[in-house]
Every structure is written in C-alpha cells, then in structure tokens.
C-alpha cells in the first residue's frame, strides 16, 4: 500500500474507532496495563483496546503471525503521528509490550513465540520482571535465587525486590540461577511462570512517595516446567542485558507511562508571576528553567533521531545507556523546577486543592529514576567501556 | 545515530576527506606561522566542490544541496579547524541574497558560489551579539543616501569583496550592500584569539545608491531573521565538529595515558565524565540536525531549534574542550597540543551570532516567563 493512503486509511480507521473519551488527556489511573485482574476503568477503555487488539496495533511493529501491525518504519511513524493527531490515548501499556515481547522475538522458541506474544498483544497477562535482589542491585549478575534441576522442572526458590507491580502481575520474567557450577554470568537462566504458581508470594514496598509500585517478591520451592525456559540454559544473562536495552529506552522516553508532561513555564507563571520587565518574578529559578528548557528540547530532538534510527532497523544496544542516563536526569530535574515553582502550595499532601500533592509525589518518584533499570553511575560505566572503549 | 539521505552521506564523506588531507590542524598551525588569517587559497577548491552554493538555489549558480548537508560540511571545517569563508560568505550572505533575490542577488550569489567573491554580514556593534540594537543608519533623500555607523566582529570582513550592513532608515531595518573600499569605510583588521579574519568597520558618509539596498522594513526582517537562524545552525555544527575533535582526543588519551602504574582511562572518576560527554555530544548532534533539517523544511520551528541548538552546542562546547585539557592535564595546556587550538575556536564560536545566555533568554520570553 503507498504510504499516503496509509495515512487516510488510517486516520478514517481511528476517526470510527477511537472512542472520544479515548482522546482526553490521561493521568496514571488512567492507564490500561490489562492483565487477569485489570480492571477497565469504562467501556470506552475496553473498546478501544479490543478494536486495536485486532488490527494489532497496540504492537504495531510486531508480526502479525504473533498478534501485530506488522508494519513498516514508515506506517509505524504515520500511525503515532495520526493517533496524536487525536490525542489518542495507548491502547495498551505494558512490561510485556516494552520488554519481555522483543526479548521473546530475539531469542524464544517459535511455538514460545506464538503462545506468549498474542497474550501480551490482546493485553490478557500482565508480566512483571524478577531481577534485582537483596544482595543483586547494580551487581545484578550476582543474583542467587536458585532453580533446581527436577527432571520435568525446576525447582526455584529465594527472593526478588523491586519487582515492579508484582502483585498485580500475572505472570513473571525471572532470571535465576540454574547452572550453580558455571561463572557468575554464565549460570543463570532466564525463566517464566505463573505468580498464581503454588510457593510465590509478595509484599509492596512503601516508598518515600507513599505509592508502592514495587514489591518484594518470595519464592518457596516453585515448581516452573522446562518448556518454560527462554533461550538456553545458562544463556538467561544474555537474554537479560538485551532486555535491559529495552527497558533503558522505556526509563529513557520521558514521555513513557511514569509522568504527565507538565507546562513548566505555564505553572511558573501562574504561582510566581511576572516582574515590571515581564520576566519570572525569580531570577534564579528563572535561569535555572532556561537551561533546563533548552535541555528539554535538545533530548526530545534526541530522541525523534533515536526513533527514526530505530524504525529504519538499528539496534540501539548499549546506547540505550545513553537515553536512559540523559532522560532520567532530565526527568529529575524537570520535577525539581516544578515543585520549586509550586512553592508551599505543592507541599501540600493530602486533598483536592493540588491533586493531593501529586506535584510533590511525582518528584519523590523521579529520585527512583536514576536508580531503577540500571543506576547513571552504571550507564556511565556501560557506555565508557562499550561506546568509547576505555580500559576496564 | 543519525540518518542521511544518500546525498547527505556523500558529502559528509567527501568534506571528511578532503579536509583531513591537506586541510587540518596542521595546516591551520602553518597559517597561523605565517599571519594568513583568511586563508583565501582555499575558495577555489571549495567552490569546485560545490560548497560555496550549497545553500544557494541553482536558479542563482549554486547547488542548493540544503541546511542539512551544509552542516556536515561545517561539522569537517570545525573538527579540522579549517579557516574558510564558508559560514560568513556561503551561508550568511548566501541565505541573505537567496532570500532577498533581486538584481543583487542575480549579481552577487552567483559570485559567491564561484567563489569570485566573498561577502560578510556587519551586524554587531557592541562585545555581546545584539543583532537587533542598530545605531548604523541610512539617512538623506533618495539620490543622496549616506551610511554612517560602525561594526565590530564582521567575520571576514577584512578579506570580503562586499559587506552587507544592518542599519536602521527611520525605524525600518535596511539591509545595504556596501562595497568595503568605498570613500569613508575604514576597516581596522584585528587578530584573534582563533586566528580566524574578522574586522571594526567605520561607515563615514558612505554614498549608498538605492540600488544597493538589498531590502528594507518587513522583508528585511524576515530576510535577516532566516540569514541568522541558518548562521547559528551552522555556527553550532562547526563548533560541534570541534567538541567533537576535542574529546576524540581526550579519550584516545585516556586509552594510552598510564599513571600510578595503570592506564588513567581505568580511573572511574575519568570514565563517567568521558562518558557524559559523549552523551551530551550526542543528544547535541539531534538538535543541531534537527534545527537544520526545520530550516529546510522552512517549518514553525526554526527559530526555537536553531536557538536552542546554539545555546546548547556553547555549554556542550566548553564542556568539551575545558574537560579535555583538564583530563590532559600539564601537556594539555602546551601549544603543541592541538587542545588549546580547538579550545580558542570553540570560544569565538560561542560568542559568534549570539552565546547560550543570549539565546536562552529569547527562548524563556517565548514561553511567556
């Protein structure tokens, strides 16, 4: 099909399909994360869901064969420019669809393949990842939950946190160690299975922001079948960091899921005001805005680049270390600025007047932002040595 | 990361080629040995190749290959250091003339795409780049009009065959066209720190014709607001070329460097600032590519984006060269280094067409605070 009437079919296809409450602005809660025990905040969510389940556009870059678009580069550009010509909101946000999908379409089976992406495509299993440990944060190839050799199966068992939204996942990638002879990197393998699995249990975690999105996780004696390895045994360290490329370019994007881009110098201008040259009544913080303004452009810049480079079929690799770093010390400074633009207003916790401080939570998240998926000091050190080559 | 059009990597190539053969840093240091400032052997080559019309349309004598692939000629020119009229002449008065068309432009475009000509934009009349406070005037009636003013830092305004001068006729902005030997211009040639031509010109009762003005009121604010969005674009990518030339040196010396018994690049306090600044050059080179791609593209975002390219390329910029001497350390701050070299020209560049606060500003008034 030529490329322009892609464009109309699409836009004529949205104009029936999206529902017009899909076009408002969103805000967390807002979110559809699907899953067994998601539920839909209206029938508009559902439908508009449903209707780009089928066309496969809530993956439209993944096959068809497996619940995607199949679309090219090119369609895939014009299908986001059209659904934001609309404000049309994601269909369908999910760990599945950022990270676990393109480690699948890398390095699972054909019949994994064919099982596991159609449920992350329709948005009917919510998956969490098991990763980080207790004594396995930036270290994380040091991890020793263990998977036991069982004939039929493995036998997992030791625990995970910050397991994001475990306990409202359904099922988990898990990277455990199954190979206890092998060296560090080459012992563990990377597994999926049912958090409803007999001996999984989990507890949130109460962060600074008062939300828990993260949860310890436990495994006792987990019984997960060996159909349900991705890759080789002991190969689950390679498969991780590939992922970990992904989930970096997620962090990264700062317009992901995580926070509403707020208008920084609207929200200046209505709790400072304007001084007798029309400047903000705050030249510091004004200053300090500017540069952060002319930051903000140069990584949306970025990452238009970055995206039109991956749509023509690179792989980003360790440069994801790159938008992560870069998007999420952007992200917190972004967050700093606007909750010293709020003033006292914005420290202000509970109650309808400032969306219950929701200026103030969302700042409190960011600090995560630099830590979670890899801290900046281990971005800097990945792109030190495999970007720019320096001695280990 | 960036994509170029099969045209684009061409000259990329080429200028990369041609520059680091003859072209670079040590041809720099034989110009500055022997006072040539302007380097003006180079313009035929240039021309041949193209790059002296790049911006400026076929109908006119250029090749009119576009803002994009001008900028990966600038980005050579900065990370080889290569003295060469090509952001004064070909893209300000290129852009300048292609704008205002006309029979200066049918004059002088073809001219300067040949390379038979050079011309420079005399703007700035004070230390700080303030293109829009003009005490040059035009004054008396048509027949008898007389320029009276003075300019400082006209980039190649020593060596250039015609300047085009900003002055004020009344309240209008009038852009002339004034031939630099004329009765009552004084020009005061200035060596510089980056040992690039600049000059002060005095305008003294200059006879202007009324043929010489190129435009005046709205049609020369707009020809000079496209004439500076394209300079700073390009400005930025040749300083970006130069960043980039400084920290390629400082990594490789971190790779060789040893001290304490170990190569100083295994030292993490040197690793996670080499590697900021990688990611800072780049998230530059985005912008910078996007800021000339919106200038060909003749989008709504021109000036925002080539703006914000110039005042990040001048944080991006010192960064580069201020950490590279300093993770050179003692030799870094010799002559012989070429450091220092790129350090100075990246300094010229920053106050060239406006510096990061100048152009931060212009973007807080923009978002209304």
Redesign the interface.
């Known amino acids: 099909m030529d490329i322009d009437t892609f464009r109309s079919e699409t836009r004529a296809w949205l104009e029936v399909n999206c529902p017009a409450e899909m076009r408002t602005p969103m805000g967390e809660d807002d979110i559809c994360w699907g899953g067994r025990k998601f539920v839909f905040r209206s029938p508009a969510q559902k439908q508009w869901l449903e209707a780009m389940a089928a066309k496969g556009w809530t993956v439209p870059a993944w096959p068809k064969s497996y619940g995607g678009g199949g679309l090219s580069g090119d369609e895939q550009k014009i299908l986001a420019e059209e659904m934001q010509r609309i404000n049309a909101r994601p269909p369908l946000q999910s760990f599945g669809i950022w990270m676990l999908g393109p480690a699948l379409l890398q390095f699972g089976s054909e019949e994994q393949k064919r099982h596991y992406l159609p449920l992350i495509a329709r948005g009917e299993i919510r998956w969490c990842q098991g990763y980080s440990e207790p004594g396995a944060g930036s270290d994380l190839a040091g991890l020793q939950t263990k998977g036991v050799d069982r004939g039929d199966h493995f036998e997992v068992t030791g625990q995970k946190i910050w397991t994001s939204y475990a306990d409202k996942a359904d099922w988990i990638f898990c990277l455990v160690r199954t190979e206890p002879e092998e060296k560090k990197h080459t012992g563990i393998s990377f597994l999926l299975f049912d958090m409803e699995s007999a001996g999984v249990s989990t507890k949130p975690i109460k962060l600074i922001s008062g939300a828990s999105p993260f949860c310890e996780t436990f495994f006792d004696g987990v019984k997960v079948p060996k159909d349900q390895i991705v890759g080789a045994r002991g190969q689950g360290w390679t498969i991780a960091k590939y992922l970990l490329t992904h989930e970096r370019e997620m962090i990264g994007a700062a317009d992901s899921a995580l926070f509403a881009k707020s208008d920084l110098?609207?929200d200046?201008?209505a709790a400072i005001g304007?001084d007798d040259t029309?400047?903000?009544d705050d030249p510091m913080l004004?200053a300090e805005?500017?540069?952060f303004?002319?930051?903000e452009?140069?990584?949306d810049?970025?990452l238009?680049?970055?995206g039109?480079?991956m749509r023509?079929g690179?792989e980003l690799g360790a440069?994801s270390a790159?938008l992560k770093?870069?998007g999420t010390e952007l992200n917190k400074r972004r967050q700093s600025l606007r909750v010293a633009a709020g003033g006292s207003d914005d420290l202000v916790w509970e109650g309808a007047a400032n969306d219950a401080g929701q200026a103030a939570k969302d700042w409190l998240r960011s600090k995560a932002n630099t830590i979670e998926g890899g801290t900046s000091?281990v971005?800097?050190?990945i792109?030190?040595?495999a970007?720019?080559?320096?001695?280990? | 990361?960036?994509?170029l059009s099969e045209d684009q990597q061409l000259i990329a190539d080429s200028a990369a080629g041609f520059l680091r053969d003859g072209h670079g840093i040590a041809a720099f240091r034989a110009l500055r040995e022997v006072g040539d400032d302007a380097n003006s052997a180079i313009l035929a080559d240039l021309a041949e190749m193209g790059w002296m019309g790049i911006v400026i349309p076929e109908a006119l004598g250029g090749v009119g290959l576009g803002y994009r692939a001008a900028g990966l000629i600038a980005e050579e020119l900065g990370r080889n250091l290569t003295v060469s009229p090509f952001v004064s002449s070909a893209i300000l008065a290129g852009t300048a003339l292609a704008s205002a068309g006309g029979d200066l432009a049918q004059n002088w475009a073809p001219k300067i795409a040949t390379g038979d000509a050079v011309v420079a934009l005399a703007m700035d009349e004070a230390a700080k780049h303030r293109p829009e406070r003009i005490a040059t005037a035009v004054t008396g009636a048509p027949g008898a009009l007389k320029l009276n003013g003075r300019k400082t830092y006209v980039v190649d305004g020593g060596v250039a065959d015609r300047l085009i001068v900003t002055a004020k006729r009344g309240d209008d902005l009038c852009l002339v066209m004034c031939d630099p030997l004329a009765v009552g211009v004084t020009r005061a040639p200035q060596v510089m720190l980056d040992h690039c031509n600049t000059a002060a010109v005095i305008f003294e009762d200059v006879e202007i014709a009324g043929a010489d003005i190129l435009a005046q009121g709205a049609a020369a604010d707009q020809i000079l607001a496209k004439t500076l969005a394209a300079g700073r674009a390009i400005a930025a990518a040749e300083q970006l070329g130069v960043a980039k030339a400084a920290a390629e040196q400082t990594?490789d010396y971190?790779?060789t460097r040893k001290q304490f018994g170990?190569?100083i690049?295994?030292f993490?306090a040197?690793?996670?600032r080499?590697?900021?600044l990688?990611?800072e050059l780049?998230?530059?080179s985005?912008?910078i590519?996007?800021a000339l791609n919106a200038l060909d593209e003749d989008s709504a975002e021109v000036e925002?984006?080539t703006r914000?390219?110039k005042?990040?390329m001048a944080?991006v910029g010192r960064q580069a060269t201020e950490e590279g001497v300093q993770m050179h350390g003692g030799i870094g701050m010799t002559d012989e280094m070429d450091l220092g070299l790129l350090m100075k020209r990246d300094r010229a560049l920053t106050e060239f067409l406006g510096d990061?606060g100048y152009?931060?500003?212009w973007?807080?008034?923009q978002?209304?605070?």
């Open positions: 110098a609207a200046a201008l304007l029309g400047r903000l004004r805005m500017g540069q303004l002319v930051d452009l140069c990584f810049a970025h238009d680049m970055t039109a480079y023509a690179h440069r790159e770093y870069l000091e971005m800097l050190s792109l030190s040595k970007v720019l080559k320096l001695p280990g | 990361m960036e994509l990594y971190l790779r170990v190569l690049g295994q993490q040197l690793q996670h080499a590697a900021d990688y990611c780049a998230q530059v985005s912008l590519a996007a925002t984006l914000a390219a005042a990040k944080r990061a152009h931060t500003e973007i807080l008034r978002r209304g605070i």
